[in-house]
């Protein structure tokens, strides 16, 4: 039977590396993003459906929702850092906005998401939000965010599981092949990163997105409510 699989910012990085697993092992995906020459060109290359959707909207993701009949897999992949301040970064202003953008980025992307299409869950679903390891450590406004959506998904966890859906969130480690940093790191901070790692290697989008199929998996129907860390090393939990 086909699985119908809905990842929000798969039109890059992380989002479009789960979205083409998911393709690929003949699921019926949607995408979604902000662009609409992104969003469409990456369905095409992915032969997902493509809807272009901003995640903090409530009007834009419930006309997404009102879309899908029934969602076997949700992955929340929508995020990433905020836009630098334009002026005094110190200034209440600029924090206000900073806080709000990454919470509404990183938290509400995938409140508003889930809420959304949570009657079309079955007792055989599962929702996927990707974390960042950036909760654990100094990770300003998005780490805040991010420790945020993981609490979050242990209260949701507990709300769905007498349906039968499970929900975890994968903690991504650095991840070298995506447009997180804008192309904006500098050498001696990716080998920094790197040498924090156990194996000295980056994390690749495929070591998510290999993750986010097997917890959609039948073999991962008992783990729910976790925040399962990816980051070869670099941060350990006991």
Known sequence: ?????????????????????????????????????????????????????DATSTEQVGALAARLDTVDVLVNAAGGLPAPASGDPSTLEAQLTQWQSSLAQNLLTAVLTTVAVQDKLSSSSCVISIGSIGAERRGGSYGAAKAALAAWNASLSAELAPKGVTCNVISAGFVADTNFFGGQLPEERHRALVEETHNKRPGAVDDIARTACFLASPGARHITGQTIHVNGGAFTTR
């Open 1 to 53: 039977m086909t699985r119908t699989v809905l990842v929000t910012g798969g039109t890059s990085g992380i989002g479009r590396a789960i979205a083409q697993r998911f393709a690929a092992d003949q699921a019926e995906v949607f995408i979604t993003g902000r662009n609409p020459n992104t969003v469409e060109q990456t369905a095409k290359e992915i032969k997902a459906h493509g809807v272009v959707c």
